[in-house]
């Protein structure tokens, strides 16, 4: 099993900038891979961004030079730093665990934090 908790979203202006945060537990030697996906109201879970336990990662287009993911293995941390926001961005944003163990993978999300892009 593994815990996921999502921190940092809030409220801010057009152009500015948010570090988001995901507190992994539990199992965690087992992740695989760990990735961002954020949702609004009426539309499917998007898939953001993605790093896998080597480091790499991958973007969709809509927030490519913008948003940046990283990892801090050491502190069992995922982050999104998201600069440049845009009133699209606006949604709850969720982290998201690739786990395997014995050669079956297994999916963890967390709660979600809201991002809200607004003047």
């Known amino acids: 099993q593994v815990q996921l908790v999502e921190s940092g979203g809030g409220l801010v202006q057009p152009g500015g900038s948010l570090r988001l945060s995901c507190a992994a537990s539990g199992s965690i030697f087992s992740i695989e891979g760990m990735r961002w996906y954020r949702q609004t109201p009426g539309k499917e879970r998007e898939l953001i961004t993605s790093i896998s336990n080597l480091g790499s990662t991958t973007y969709a287009d809509s927030v490519k030079g913008r948003f940046t993911i990283s990892r801090d293995s050491a502190k069992n941390m995922v982050y999104l730093q998201m600069n440049s926001l845009k009133p699209e961005d606006t949604a709850v944003y969720y982290c998201?665990?690739?786990?395997?163990?014995?050669?079956?993978?297994?999916?963890?999300w967390g709660q979600g934090t809201q991002v809200t892009v607004s003047s």
């Open positions: 998201y665990a690739v786990t395997i163990k014995r050669g079956t993978r297994y999916f963890y």
